[in-house]
């Protein structure tokens, strides 16, 4: 028989703790580089700093070519185009004075003097227009307006003043060659009317040329504000690719591959901080990994040689099992049988301590018998190869309760169940539950006979079993050592047994996935509870409770499936 190797010996291919990292160096090169590197925050803040920028300065742009533009329209409309309407009213104003003089002058009529005088009238006004707005005209228009003024007032006295005169003194009509000489006067007035006309006109001109210059100055500004969006839009959509989302697409596949299994694969690319700090740390990671599955490979190594000495070990206990079944039986069943016949044959005829050593051989003997049987039991349960089926509850019951039909019958005990359920198991096992509970309540009754009620209901996904007798009952301080193997509370000579019972019945109902404990606060004998699970065949949220349904002593009760 070989020798297990030593679990708490050191692993030769286990990688040593205090061994240098070898990945130290390495990652310490990667961070320092990452460190000289600028963090996405910084490039995505520099981005939005040059899109801030541009735009101040678009609109900077924008609402200085608004500025020129407004004011230049405002000149136009404002200034100049009132300006040249006073110039034409100063020359109706003249052309009215004019005319109301010399129909006057040749009518006598007092009426023809009123353009004259309203005339003269708007004239004034005109003037006092013009000369108001003086900051705004070309320099030239002063000297134009004063011109025209005092060729106007050179007409009025030398022609209009003397001709309106005249005809109010004579009351006629005149006609004389001052009418010629005052046409002339005025036809020069007219010129320099013109002349300044011309000149606001050409002022005009001029404004309305700044505004055109300033409105195609602002289309301009605005089309290059909008291809400069575009642009700068453009140039920080493949900046950030190339600089962020790029490296983080390629980290993504890098490590993608690293997932799949490719743990050799080194991570290694160039982009912000945060990204070739992710990828440093992928690589430590992966080189940690590689160290992991280097002491996992070699701890399964050790598991394996483990695993093959523990079948090997489960084999022999295998044999050993068989030659328990078998052959230690055979010699032990000739001792009992021979101690018995002694027993039978020679019982009265030796003195009675040689029948008190009989006794004890045949005790002995029995007791042996009873504990390798209890023994293969027990380490039977959970090896069997049949796959768990549904099982009848009542029918597991039923063979318990006829197995015991006889310790029943001498007791007197009354057994109370309902209609149990059905459950995944094996009805073998699931009835050697029954049967070590019952066989519990019998042996450890008390001065009453004994009484047992079965219950059962629903706890969620898990039928509860509920064993109540009125025996003797169980201190709570040895709750968890009556499921250990051979743990007895009582001397061998007031209560036998070899105890094994509830050991196997709890490793029997942990095989079937539920558990099993002891009730504490029940006052009046013992409670076991214990939980299975329920079938999905016949698990319901309706499923009700299932409560006591009837008694019985030592007869079977009417059996009926739920």
């Not at 160039?270 to 590689?290: F, H, Y």
């Not at 007791?411 to 309902?418: D, L, V, Y």
Request: hydrophobic letters at 45%; aromatic letters at 6%; zero cysteines.
């Amino acid at each position: 028989m070989s020798a297990a190797p030593d679990p708490a010996a050191p692993d030769p291919a286990a990688p040593d703790p205090a061994a240098p990292d070898p990945a130290a160096p390495d990652h310490a090169r990667r961070a320092t580089d990452a460190a000289k590197r600028w963090p996405l925050s910084r490039i995505v803040g520099v981005a939005v700093a040059a899109l801030l920028l541009f735009s101040v300065a678009a609109v900077a742009a924008g609402g200085i070519a608004l500025l020129d533009l407004h004011h230049d329209r405002a000149r136009v409309l404002n200034t100049f185009d009132p300006a040249v309407l006073q110039a034409q009213q100063l020359d109706i104003a003249l052309l009215n004075q004019e005319t109301g003089v010399r129909g006057y002058a040749l009518s006598a009529n007092q009426s023809f003097l009123t353009p004259y005088t309203d005339g003269n009238a708007e004239e004034k006004a005109a003037i006092a227009s013009l000369k108001g707005e003086y900051d705004q005209l070309p320099p030239a228009t002063r000297a134009d307006l004063t011109s025209v003024a005092t060729q106007a007032y050179y007409w009025r006295t030398h022609y209009a003043e003397p001709a309106i005169a005249q005809v109010r003194r004579t009351g006629k009509p005149v006609i004389s060659p001052d009418i010629i000489a005052g046409k002339a006067d005025f036809d020069a007035l007219r010129a320099r009317i013109a002349v300044l006309e011309t000149t606001i006109a050409t002022a005009r001109n001029q404004a309305i040329a700044a505004l055109n210059d300033a409105s195609d100055v602002l289309n301009i500004v605005f089309v290059a504000i909008a291809i400069g969006l575009a642009v700068i839009v453009v140039l920080l959509a493949l900046g950030l690719r190339a600089a962020a989302i790029r490296p983080l697409h390629k980290l993504a596949g890098e490590a993608r591959q690293v997932a799949d299994g490719d743990f050799g694969h080194e991570v290694s690319l160039r982009g912000p901080r945060e990204v070739s700090n992710l990828a440093a740390d992928v690589n430590t990671m992966r080189q940690r990994i590689l160290q992991e599955l280097s002491a996992t490979q070699a701890a399964n190594t050790v598991l394996q040689a483990h695993s093959a000495e523990l079948q090997r070990s489960n084999s022999e206990l295998e044999q050993f099992a068989y030659i328990a079944s078998h052959d230690l039986q055979e010699p032990l069943r000739k001792v009992a049988s021979f101690t018995q016949l002694l027993q039978r044959r020679y019982a009265g005829q030796l003195d009675a301590r040689a029948d008190q050593y009989i006794e004890f051989a045949v005790d002995g003997a029995k007791r042996m018998q009873a504990l390798i049987n209890d023994l293969l039991s027990y380490s039977r349960v959970g090896r069997s190869a049949r796959e768990p089926a549904l099982v009848s509850s009542d029918a597991a019951l039923a063979q318990a309760r006829a197995n015991l039909a006889a310790p029943m019958e001498e007791s007197g005990a009354t057994i109370e169940s309902g209609h149990l359920p059905l459950v995944l198991g094996e009805l073998p096992l699931l009835t050697a539950v029954f049967q070590n509970l019952l066989s519990n309540a019998l042996k450890f009754r008390g001065a009453k006979p004994p009484r047992v009620v079965i219950t059962v209901s629903r706890d969620g996904d898990f039928w509860l079993f509920s064993f109540t007798d009125n025996g003797i009952g169980i201190e709570p301080d040895y709750a968890d050592r009556i499921f250990v193997i051979f743990q007895r509370l009582h001397e061998r000579t007031a209560y036998p047994g070899t105890g094994i019972g509830l050991a196997m019945t709890r490793k029997i109902i942990e095989y079937f996935g539920g558990r099993i404990w002891l009730d504490t606060t029940y006052p009046d004998g013992a409670r076991f509870l214990f939980t299975l699970p329920m079938p999905p065949e016949t698990w319901s949220p309706e499923t009700p409770l299932l409560p006591p349904q009837g008694a019985s002593g030592g007869r079977e009760d009417e059996e009926t499936d739920t």
